[in-house]
């Protein structure tokens, strides 16, 4: 590994630690304020146990301290990756966009992948980022919230061409970071974006999604380490661990991490490939879902009652979204698909004393053309004959 290597390693544990606290309820499912369900990648398995769960939260946490300091040490490396994706297939949840750059990051890592590997991971994430926010939905809308949160910047978000500009600038940094005339003063424009996002999302701000506080500083320190002169990276360190020293893996690893970061989110345009994976960051673009009960909603269990009455507005009773659950009870959005919808949409139904009466909205939209959305309407009787929540 080159030191720059290291560095980012070291960079992605402590930003992946910072966020697992930033948002400990997502992975400790004993503390969880409004009890989110638990979503498994393989409905089968069911959901771990409090205990167990909490335990294995703990242990991530404990693998990542440990490999701040032993970064070197190819067996933690793969440990961690095993263990994230373990967890993550636990509860879909847990696979957030900045999670899943961590774990490239350490795959790359993990077989010793050469710098230039890394600049193009970060040139996807300000490329398909960029790409997604040309939208009238980012442009007319997100745009316009983000400008919202200072006095100074809201007359900005009047102007619709603003938003596009911006599309087109963060797409231009993938660029920036790929040429090597450009990477040295590129980065200065790149920590000033994201300074202005930390600004707009914290407590100056809107105090909102404060988990992408660390995702956004690591980030700009990822940046920071790549956009610095080749002499300072060129200088190889030993492994610390003689029994993999001789090892190598071919370019072949780097490649299909590569194919993943930037080849998959064009699937994103067909529906192929998942919104959080494909770098889709505060696009509004990303599909809805919506609980709905018609007339009067009557829970069997009082956990279930408790988030319909804190999350369903005296002017309309009868609707409960989803995304606005799972950001007070797991300090992050909801992963937004219809697996997921359904899997949420389910456990509900199965609380409710009359589920025939209720069921799924799921807001679909065609990013280029906000005429063509689409609702589609789920009713529990649907939602619960792939089995019992």
């Not at 899943?100 to 992948?113: G, K, M, R, T």
């Not at 105090?207 to 956004?216: F, I, K, Q, R, T």
């Not at 998942?274 to 709905?292: M, V």
């Amino acid at each position: 590994m080159t030191t720059d290597q290291i560095t980012n390693v070291r960079i992605a544990a402590l930003a992946l630690l910072a966020g697992m606290f930033c948002s400990w309820p997502l992975w400790d499912v004993q503390v969880r304020a409004f009890g989110f369900p638990v979503l498994p990648l393989i409905e089968s398995w069911g959901p771990v146990s409090g205990g167990l769960a909490r335990w294995m939260a703990v242990f991530m946490t404990l693998l990542l301290g440990v490999v701040v300091f032993f970064p070197l040490r190819r067996m933690l490396i793969g440990c961690v990756i095993a263990f994230l994706a373990l967890l993550c297939i636990l509860d879909l949840n847990r696979l957030q966009p900045w999670v899943w750059l961590y774990l490239l990051v350490f795959v790359l890592a993990f077989f010793d992948s050469d710098d230039a590997s890394y600049r193009y991971l970060l040139a996807a994430v300000y490329f398909w980022s960029g790409f997604h926010k040309l939208t009238p939905y980012f442009a007319e809308d997100n745009f316009q919230w983000f400008c919202s949160a200072f006095p100074s910047t809201e007359p900005l978000g009047h102007y619709p061409i603003l938003g596009y500009a911006i599309a087109l600038l963060e797409m231009s940094f993938a660029f920036g970071l790929l040429w090597s005339r450009t990477r040295r003063w590129i980065k200065w424009v790149v920590i000033s974006f994201h300074t202005v996002i930390l600004l707009a999302l914290s407590p100056l701000g809107y105090n909102w999604n404060l988990v992408v506080v660390p995702w956004n500083l690591a980030i700009m320190a990822l940046v920071w380490v790549q956009s610095r002169p080749p002499a300072q990276s060129d200088q190889k360190v030993a492994p610390l661990n003689a029994r993999f020293q001789g090892f190598h893996a071919s370019g072949l690893p780097g490649y299909l991490v590569l194919l993943l970061a930037c080849g998959a989110p064009a699937l994103n345009i067909a529906g192929l490939w998942p919104h959080p994976l494909s770098w889709q960051l505060y696009t509004n673009t990303q599909p809805e879902g919506t609980f709905y009960v018609q007339g009067q909603a009557t829970f069997r269990t009082r956990p279930a009652a408790e988030v319909w009455n804190h999350f369903t507005s005296p002017d309309d009773s009868t609707r409960l979204y989803l995304d606005d659950w799972a950001m007070r009870s797991l300090q992050v959005p909801l992963f937004p698909s219809e697996r997921t919808f359904r899997q949420t949409a389910k456990y509900l139904c199965g609380c409710l004393q009359q589920p025939d009466s209720a069921g799924l909205y799921i807001l679909r939209v065609n990013r280029w053309d906000r005429s063509a959305e689409q609702v589609v309407k789920i009713p529990c009787p649907e939602l619960l004959k792939s089995g019992p929540p």
